[in-house]
């Protein structure tokens, strides 16, 4: 009824009453408040006199008429009401009528009506808290427990209180869980099967579906599911989803029951089995009672599956197919039901209905699709569970396992899969944490548990696999109900109490798993399923023992292969069990031991990427695994992981080793360029990436002994009849790819020069290696990117030529420039002096007979003699002064010839050579030129220092350019001759300071090594012999000229690492400088040189990338790279 307050009410709006309405004093709240108090109490404003028999009366009928307009007209309809009710104080003056013993029941079901209404809100619900309306509440049911309509309405109470965690601790706490399951079993009590079944509007039931409401909220973390199933709870409100009750009493006790079984434990199992709720709940999931029915009974089955011993029951009832088409329709929101069909394939009984039902495939799906979902992990252990299934893992590959586990693995070593792994809130929003990777999801019925307390004679008979599948069998049909019917009573505790024990940390949230049992759970002795005993009788230390001997039993004795598992990790793993037994007996039994799970199938400790490397391994089993296995993709993200993991397993090492044995892989490790992906990443990675930067040197020395290993085995493979008749195949046989792939690889697995010959030079091996320089290259990249596993992309490409140019070159040292054999003659005699020479005669060209005159663009103007400069000695001024040209007649004329586009350090160097100038002291004429000396002591002196664009306008470098540019070919072969030799002094140089360094780091502790690596330092010091002996010859210059060469003598640590820099920067310049000035011999020493550093393949593998880039003409390249293989394999 709704009218206008009033006037007293002054807080309250204004409330039109209807036409035709009279205002009553129940629209005021004020009034409302002020007649709930019970009639006689201190409360009472109307108590001033003893109150008569009347007046008792009237007053009872205002507080009955304040109740019902609270309830129909204050509070109905919104949250607004209630909010005022709260602020008017209504909460407490309503707790304190509840708290009156003398309350009827009409008032009581009215006022505990209003209280369960108002808790519907938050605000409210604390303020009831406070006001400790939980005992209030509690005090009511146990003063009427048997009436029905109090118990609905007060367990309706609760329920909405629940819904806060705080408030449902505190029912816990009160008392209030035993109430309401009196409520439940007041209707779920036996009955005679001819009593029909209640009506939908029965008071009980009506009782029943507000208990189990107010049930499910009070399960709402693992220690109250715990508290709630050790009192029976799921035994209570099993019955009620039968379909003789009501849908909303079977909704009500369905979500109670899907809520009570969330990480289901052992406890839970052992109610579940108890109650025989499964095949109920099967029935349901049929959909025949329904859609929601069924949505809800499927979850619940789901999630039983956490427990092994009720799987086999599960896959009984014919769910299993229901999963995958679940998890079909929607992977991400059927999270509870791939988890389910992924513990479903840890018993052999489930595995062939996962297989029939598709269930492969639905993993393989969810693996391709979602690899950063966390529940990926569980249908990777899903997989696992068929490794000894043939079929299923020849199927697991067809659908591609193999490259989602390598890029999974690839994540692990790089750390990305922390990052990845982060739970989406619409995919996992129903699942608790605890629930999605629980220590018991790698445990299996067909296994006996890691710890057990069964007697000795039993331990040994039924832990065997072969009792072990016949029990799951046996439930899955239906024969027995549960494990306990093939056990005695003491072995069924003892099963119990070790499998509690092993789930104990699954639990971690609720209390110690060991406690004594509760009364109700012990007084059921007659059940199969018992709580373990709080103590162990006097026995049971050796009973734990002897089961924990057995414990790899099972997987010793399933049909495993016979190279799976050695003696000697048999006598290990005996070991092992033997010492675990060993500290259960000095370790209280009722304390769980922490240790590293030990898979049946995996022996190592388990880690994030054992699942990933057992089924790898799996696969490497196979005759012929290479179809499998062997590709660029994957072996890139096998040496990916063992590059950048911190600590790689070795299950790793071995899988790659037996790899490397089979030679039917051979042919696929070449093919696909493995085998030089495994010197570059394992025996020659020295990139300093974050992934090895974290593992240590016991590590990295671990990587690279396995690199030589793997080479070493395939190198004894090659050097045989067979392995040649491969590498002859493939080099004749095989597409570009695998020919350039067979080539890169060649040099690191067999030394038979005559075979590196014939398929590398003659076969054209190598120009297929080398014909990617030819393409157009990015400039921007610059860094390796480890996850390419493309040989032929850029990033890869240069850092495997360079290794196998290196390995084919490394010993080839840069030929001599050839001296020309027909010196050329300056005109038969020197040209004419202006006087007499005197034996310390300056250089020719100062003394010579000018009658020519050269002018350059900037009017600079040098005089020559006309018969020097056009003689033999230059092609270029003999067909300018000689050939016909205008510039003769103007040299007839006395005119100045001009010469365009060139410098006076071009062209003066040059004139001076023709004029019959020579570096240092001429022994035949005496003289000395300073110009060209020059170009020794200052020209290579600032040639380290200087960057490689600017070598070209450096003294030396414009001299070279003005003999080639005048075509003085013994000029250019001198040039050349000379900066041959300070190449190979400053690559000498940069080597020793690397060389020094690998030894000191390794003998730094002998004195005898320290012996050592002083001599070879000093034998590096040296000058080229080549260069002594024309120093020799040098008058005056060759003491200087030594202190300048010999660069490495006097420079620190700091400056060898600046010089090898600088000869990195370098090198691709003077090979384009070479290209572009005709200098081919420097070109060769430029690329041996570069190639000579072998042990440092990073930055002069980007070198050769550069040179590449910046080079005229690559066929000159590729030609120049042609002869110093070839000259290696002569």
């Avoid at 509007?201 to 029943?208: G, T, V």
């Avoid at 040639?943 to 003294?955: D, I, N």
């Amino acid at each position: 009824m709704a009218s206008s307050p009033v006037k007293s009410d002054g807080m309250l709006p204004s409330i039109s009453p209807k036409e035709g309405q009279t205002l009553t004093p129940e629209s005021s709240l004020t009034w409302c408040l002020a007649h709930l108090c019970e009639p006689g109490s201190p409360g009472r404003a109307e108590h001033q006199t003893v109150p008569s028999k009347d007046t008792d009366k009237r007053l009872k009928m205002h507080q009955w008429r304040a109740l019902v307009a609270i309830r129909t007209q204050h509070i109905k309809g919104d949250k607004a009401g209630i909010a005022r009710f709260r602020k008017k104080g209504g909460l407490k003056v309503l707790l304190n009528l509840l708290k009156h013993p003398e309350c009827s029941r009409k008032v009581l079901d009215l006022a505990l009506s209003i209280l369960a209404n108002c808790c519907t809100e938050l605000e409210t619900r604390l303020e009831v808290r406070k006001l400790e309306g939980i005992n209030i509440v509690v005090d009511i049911m146990k003063r009427n427990v048997a009436v029905e309509t109090v118990q609905n309405r007060a367990a309706r109470a609760l329920g909405n209180l629940a819904m806060d965690p705080e408030s449902s601790a505190l029912i816990h706490s009160a008392g209030g869980v035993p109430l309401l399951l009196l409520c439940v079993s007041l209707s779920s009590a036996p009955s005679s099967p001819t009593v029909a079944p209640p009506s939908d509007s029965s008071p009980k039931l009506e009782c029943a579906q507000s208990a189990a409401r107010a049930l499910l909220y009070l399960s709402d973390s693992p220690s109250n599911r715990l508290s709630l199933l050790t009192q029976g709870t799921l035994s209570a409100l099993a019955p009620l989803v039968a379909p003789e009750y009501p849908p909303g009493l079977r909704r009500a006790a369905l979500r109670t029951l899907h809520e009570l079984t969330r990480g289901c434990g052992v406890e839970c199992a052992r109610e579940v089995s108890r109650s025989g709720v499964l095949t109920q709940l099967g029935v349901m999931a049929t959909g025949e009672s329904g859609e929601h029915f069924k949505e809800l009974a499927l979850k619940t089955l789901a999630n039983v599956c956490s427990q092994g011993c009720l799987r086999p029951l599960v896959g009984s009832l014919g769910v299993i197919q229901r999963f995958t088409e679940e998890v079909k329709k929607d992977p991400l929101r059927s999270g509870v039901f791939l988890k389910a069909l992924c513990l479903c394939c840890k018993e052999a009984v489930n595995r062939v209905k996962v297989k029939e039902n598709g269930g492969l495939e639905v993993l393989m799906t969810f693996l391709s699709s979602h690899q950063n979902h966390p529940l990926s992990r569980f249908a990777i252990l899903a997989c696992v569970d068929f490794v000894f299934d043939e079929s299923a893992m020849e199927q697991l590959q067809e659908l591609g396992l193999v490259p989602v586990l390598v890029a999974r693995l690839a994540k692990l070593a790089r750390g990305e899969e922390h990052a990845a792994d982060r739970v989406d809130v619409n995919a996992a929003s129903n699942m608790a944490h605890n629930e999605l990777l629980p220590s018991s999801c790698l445990e299996s019925f067909d296994f006996p548990p890691p710890e057990g307390f069964r007697r000795e004679e039993a331990g040994r008979e039924q832990s065997s696999s072969s009792f072990l599948s016949l029990r799951s069998w046996l439930l899955s049909e239906g024969l027995i109900s549960s494990e306990g019917e093939l056990l005695d009573s003491s072995c069924a505790d003892a099963e119990w109490g070790s499998l509690h024990s092993s789930s104990s940390s699954f639990q971690t949230s609720s209390p110690n798993p060991d406690c004594s049992p509760s009364p109700k759970s012990t007084s059921s002795s007659g059940s199969a399923f018992k709580k373990s005993a709080p103590a162990l009788p006097p026995d049971s230390s050796s009973s734990s023992s002897s089961s924990s001997s057995d414990l790899q039993t099972p997987a010793a004795s399933s049909p495993v292969s016979p190279s799976k598992f050695s003696s000697s990790q048999k006598r290990r793993r005996s070991h092992s069990a033997a010492s675990l037994a060993k500290v259960s007996l000095e370790s209280p039994p009722s304390v769980p031991r922490s240790g590293t799970y030990h898979h049946p199938y995996h022996p190592e400790p388990w880690t994030p990427e054992s699942p990933i490397l057992l089924l790898l391994s799996r696969f490497s089993h196979a005759s012929d695994p290479s179809a499998a296995l062997v590709s660029s993709a994957v072996m890139s993200g096998l040496l990916c992981y063992l590059t950048q993991h911190q600590d790689p397993s070795s299950r790793c090492f071995r899988m790659l080793c037996r790899l490397s044995c089979n030679p039917n892989c051979l042919q696929a490790l070449v093919r696909t360029g493995s085998v030089a992906l495994i010197r570059h990443r394992l025996c020659a990675n020295e990139d300093g990436s974050e992934g090895q930067q974290r593992q240590t040197d016991r590590v990295k020395t671990k990587v690279k002994q396995l690199g030589d290993t793997l080479l070493n085995n395939l190198r004894v493979q090659c050097e045989s009849g067979f392995g040649s008749g491969v590498l002859t195949h493939v080099m004749l046989s095989g597409s570009e790819s695998d020919r350039m792939n067979c080539a890169l690889s060649l040099p690191f697995i067999t030394s038979n020069k005559s075979l590196l010959k014939k398929l590398l030079l003659d076969s054209g091996g190598l120009l297929a290696a080398l014909k990617p320089l030819g393409g157009a290259f990015d400039d921007d990249e610059e860094e390796e990117d480890e996850s390419d596993s493309d040989a032929t992309s850029q990033p890869q490409y240069f850092p495997l030529l360079f290794g196998c140019l290196s390995a084919l070159t490394g010993s080839v040292k840069p030929k001599p420039v050839e001296k020309n054999p027909n010196p050329t003659p300056t005109g038969a005699s020197p040209p004419p002096l202006k006087k007499p020479r005197l034996e310390d005669a300056s250089c020719p060209y100062g003394s010579s007979d000018f009658d020519l005159v050269l002018e350059l663009d900037d009017a600079t103007r040098f005089p020559a003699n006309r018969e020097a400069v056009a003689g033999a000695g230059s092609e270029y001024f003999r067909a300018l002064l000689r050939g016909g040209f205008g510039e003769e007649a103007q040299c007839n004329a006395a005119e100045a010839i001009r010469i365009k586009d060139v410098s006076a350090g071009m062209l003066l160097p040059s004139l001076h050579y023709l004029h019959g100038c020579r570096f240092g002291s001429d022994p035949e004429t005496g003289g000395e030129c300073q110009t060209l000396n020059s170009l020794v002591l200052d020209g290579l002196e600032r040639a380290e220092s200087l960057s490689a664009a600017g070598f070209q306008k450096s003294p030396f470098g414009e001299a070279m350019i003005g003999a080639s540019r005048f075509l003085v070919l013994d000029l250019q072969r001198e040039l050349e001759e000379v900066f041959l030799s300070f190449l190979k002094s400053w690559s000498d140089q940069s080597s020793k300071a690397h060389i020094v360094k690998s030894q000191l780091d390794q003998r730094g502790s002998d004195p005898t090594s320290a012996l050592e690596v002083t001599a070879q330092t000093k034998k590096l010091n040296g000058v080229p012999e080549k260069v002594e002996e024309r120093e020799a010859s040098f008058t005056g210059l060759s003491g200087s000229s030594a202190q300048n060469t010999n660069l490495s003598g006097s420079k620190s640590k700091e400056d060898h690492s600046a010089s090898l820099s600088g000869l990195v920067v370098s090198l691709p310049q003077f090979y384009w400088f070479s290209q572009r000035y005709s200098y081919p011999a420097l070109g060769r020493a430029c690329l041996a040189v570069l190639l000579g550093f072998q042990n440092r393949p990073g930055p002069f593998a980007g070198c050769l990338r550069r040179l590449t880039r910046e080079a005229d003409c690559t066929e000159t390249l590729k030609r120049d790279l042609l002869s110093l293989v070839s000259a290696a394999l002569v």
